[in-house]
């Protein structure tokens, strides 16, 4: 049963193994066979057993086929036999065939050996215009690359370059003319660079050069833009306003309508000449080395570099330009040299800001230009203080005003150039107070020193015009004279040109009235108190002014310190500032020519003193005669003869300078005689020469009393010989016991009589009395007047003595 079970379960098996062999592949075979080997035993018997049968089935299904198609295979095998004899024909035919077409076919072959061969090159002709298409772009464009560099188009060569780089160069990469290109891009490059920055250095020693004229030419522009302000404004003002009149000082209106007209003609010509051409920074420098080299480094991303390198040249330029010449203080061209230096220079930073992207900044033009205006401010501090010449000053000003309103306008700040001008203005001043000082000296000079005559109206006109002198009697009957000299009028008319120079150099400082009104007041003032007082005060102090000059000196002081009101409403009148103000400052005349008139008069004393002093040497006693000559001196008639006919010229001094000269010249006269008499070298005197003496101090009194100078109350002029006539009294009365009794004594009548002085007069006496009366002691009356004369002697010495001791 159980062989029986195995036996049925193999079969299947078998079966199955040979389905596997008969539809699979050959080289499948083997595991199928060793599944046979590997199961149960005695399978592979029953397998070779199935297999045999499968054999002979399929035997038996060939032979039934092949008995099946026996017979068409016969039949084919006789058909083909008959087809045979045909197909020999057939054949022949074929070969001679071939052996016909071949021969033909020969020059076909030729032909399409040729064809072939020029397919093979019409492909190569194909691929190399591809390749060449695909390269003539990059020679094109390479091409373009070296006519840019040759035509210097810097900018777009890099540009091109970098399409080349970008765009081009990847497509042929793998030929070797591509490699060439791409080595010899960086040196392009570098070329560009070095040409661009060639550019750039001959275009910064272009403008170095053409700095001047960039300057002159803005500085020109912003002068003609204030003309046009100012004559604008002078035209409102006109309309507005109405002319301008001054009091006593008027200014010509033909002369104003000349200088309105000058200034519209001025306009009209700056209009024509900016209608025909206005000319730019950019007309007159070419930019484009700066934005090329720019845009150059730009791309090359040295940007940076390129700034540093232009900042750097433009400070080292700066510094050249702000370097003064030695001499430029000399002529006004020098300033105007080194501020249109200056100006194109800034003005050339300012365009480049505004064009340019970083190149410049704000900050950087700041900081530059702070450090050229301190440069600026002191060179022109020093090189001013050079300045002699107020009107060099004075357009080196408007040079200032100018250059600072130039800057400007291109959005510089310049407070501290207006500063700097306040300290010019003080310069400006001194320059001109030196040259007002030379005017004055020179009317001074010219001046004769005596009235100014008129013969008929017309002069009287005249005079007036020049002077604000006001006398309704002057004004009827002529001939007549002017109480001053011509110097008055002079120096009225020089201090105001004086005030027109100062307000020159106010105009375009950008100040108030109120300050220009100061200003002009304060130079006044100086030109006054400092120049024309120092010019008077020399003038009375020079040898060969004479007591006339003097008087008249007093004279003409007076009348130009009353003249100073009409200055003061003078300026008034330029600056429209009243005088009411409480911050107007006034000018002090009055105090100014005070003290010329003081030095005046103590100049008359001194030289009315010296006069008595030459008059006084010419005095020539003989102290040793016995009997006066019965008159006065003669040099002692000639003083007083003198001193008359001064003090008649005195009559035009104010009172009290004439009284004080003539109080002052007797005091004098007085001393003088006490010092001829007490003189050391004067050793003998004679009664005689004191009788002698006395006669010419008579005179004197006489001529005191007679009030040669009116004002004197009483015998006020006749105590200045008291201690002559007190003296001389005590010599001739020979009252010496009542003069020593006295002594002391307020009710004294020798109460003025020195006890040294009587007891010096008296010893020379005494010696005289014993030279000439050798032989006299022999007569009792010469002998008792010899002792009394050495009693008193005695006396005074005591008194002398017992002074000293006191004191």
């Keep these: 049963m159980a062989e029986g079970g195995e036996g049925l379960g193999t079969v299947p098996e078998h079966e199955r193994i040979l389905q596997e062999i008969e539809s699979t592949d050959t080289a499948c075979v083997g595991p199928t066979l060793r599944s046979v080997?590997?199961?149960?035993?005695?399978?592979?018997?029953?397998?070779?057993?199935?297999?045999?049968a499968c054999i002979r089935n399929h035997d038996k299904e060939i032979e039934k086929m092949c008995n099946f198609h026996h017979q068409g295979f016969v039949d084919a095998i006789t058909e083909l036999l008959k087809v045979r004899a045909d197909a020999e024909k057939l054949k022949v035919q074929v070969t001679d065939t071939n052996r016909r077409f071949q021969d033909a076919g020969k020059e076909v072959i030729v032909q399409t050996e040729d064809i072939i061969r020029c397919r093979i090159q019409q492909r190569n002709i194909t691929t190399v215009v591809e390749k060449l298409q695909l390269c003539l772009p990059v020679l094109e464009m390479y091409s373009k690359l070296k006519e840019q560099m040759s035509a210097k188009r810097y900018y777009s060569a890099l540009k091109t370059m970098e399409q080349l780089e970008n765009v081009y160069f990847p497509r042929v990469s793998q030929y070797r003319f591509c490699q060439l290109m791409v080595e010899n891009l960086p040196k392009l490059r570098e070329d560009i660079k070095e040409i661009s920055m060639s550019d750039l250095k001959d275009f910064l020693e272009s403008i170095r050069k053409h700095s001047d004229k960039i300057g002159e030419t803005a500085m020109k522009q912003a002068q003609q833009q204030k003309t046009f302000s100012v004559t604008l404004q002078i035209k409102q003002n006109n309309v507005k306003f109405g002319k301008n009149m001054y009091i006593n000082d008027r200014i010509p209106e033909e002369s104003s309508e000349i200088v309105l007209k000058h200034a519209f003609e001025e306009e009209e010509e700056n209009e024509e000449e900016n209608e025909e051409e206005v000319l730019t920074v950019q007309d007159l420098v070419d930019f484009s080395p700066v934005y090329r080299c720019l845009h150059i480094y730009s791309v090359l991303g040295d940007e940076e570099a390129f700034e540093n390198y232009y900042r750097k040249q433009r400070k080292k330029q700066a510094r050249l330009v702000l370097q003064p010449q030695s001499n430029m203080h000399e002529t006004v061209d020098g300033y105007r040299r080194y501020f249109t230096q200056i100006v194109g220079f800034f003005v050339v930073e300012d365009h480049i800001l505004h064009v340019t992207q970083g190149l410049v900044t704000r900050a950087y033009t700041d900081e530059l230009w702070n450090m050229a205006l301190s440069k600026i401010i002191a060179v022109l501090r020093a090189h001013s203080s050079y300045c002699t010449d107020p009107d060099l000053v004075l357009e080196l000003k408007n040079l200032i005003v100018i250059f600072a309103d130039t800057l400007q306008g291109y959005g510089f700040p310049v407070n501290r150039l207006f500063d700097l001008l306040f300290e010019i203005r003080d310069q400006y001043n001194e320059t001109l107070l030196k040259k007002w000082a030379g005017v004055f000296r020179d009317i001074f000079e010219e001046d004769n020193y005596s009235p100014i005559p008129i013969v008929n109206?017309?002069?009287?006109?005249?005079?007036?015009?020049?002077?604000?002198?006001?006398?309704?009697?002057?004004?009827k009957s002529f001939p007549k004279k002017f109480p001053m000299s011509q110097s008055v009028p002079h120096i009225y008319i020089q201090v105001k040109e004086f005030i027109y120079a100062s307000l020159k150099f106010s105009e375009s400082l950008h100040r108030s009235s109120t300050e220009i009104d100061d200003m002009l007041r304060k130079s006044t003032n100086l030109l006054l108190t400092r120049t024309l007082c120092s010019c008077l005060l020399n003038l009375i102090r020079k040898p060969h002014i004479g007591l006339t000059e003097l008087v008249q000196i007093i004279i003409n002081t007076t009348h130009l310190e009353q003249a100073c009101k009409y200055l003061e409403d003078f300026i008034t009148n330029i600056t429209n500032i009243s005088q009411e103000t409480v911050h107007t400052t006034r000018l002090y005349g009055l105090s100014?020519?005070?003290?010329?008139?003081?030095?005046?008069?103590?100049?008359?004393?001194?030289?009315?003193?010296?006069?008595?002093?030459e008059f006084v040497q010419l005095a020539d006693y003989d102290w040793t005669m016995s009997e006066p000559d019965g008159r006065a001196s003669g040099y002692l008639m000639d003083l007083i003869n003198f001193l008359r006919s001064i003090f008649q010229v005195f009559t035009h001094l104010p009172g009290k300078v004439a009284q004080t000269a003539c109080m002052s010249a007797c005091q004098h006269l007085s001393t003088s005689l006490m010092q001829m008499l007490l003189d050391s070298e004067l050793k003998q005197i004679s009664m005689g020469a004191v009788q002698q003496f006395n006669l010419d101090v008579i005179q004197c009194e006489l001529f005191a009393s007679s009030e040669p100078v009116p004002g004197f109350q009483g015998d006020t002029l006749q105590l200045a010989f008291i201690d002559l006539r007190q003296l001389l009294d005590l010599f001739m009365v020979w009252d010496w016991s009542t003069y020593l009794a006295d002594y002391g004594q307020p009710a004294s009548k020798y109460l003025r009589v020195n006890p040294n002085t009587a007891l010096t007069l008296l010893e020379k006496m005494k010696d005289t009395s014993k030279k000439n009366n050798i032989f006299a002691q022999f007569r009792k009356n010469d002998r008792d007047k010899q002792k009394l004369i050495e009693t008193v002697v005695k006396q005074l010495r005591s008194l002398v003595n017992g002074m000293s001791q006191h004191t």
């Design 37 to 52: 080997y590997d199961d149960q035993p005695n399978a592979h018997k029953k397998f070779m057993e199935k297999l045999d």
């Design 457 to 475: 109206e017309e002069e009287y006109k005249i005079v007036i015009s020049k002077f604000p002198f006001q006398d309704p009697d002057l004004e």
């Design 592 to 613: 100014t020519f005070k003290d010329a008139r003081h030095a005046a008069e103590g100049e008359i004393y001194t030289k009315l003193n010296q006069k008595i002093d």
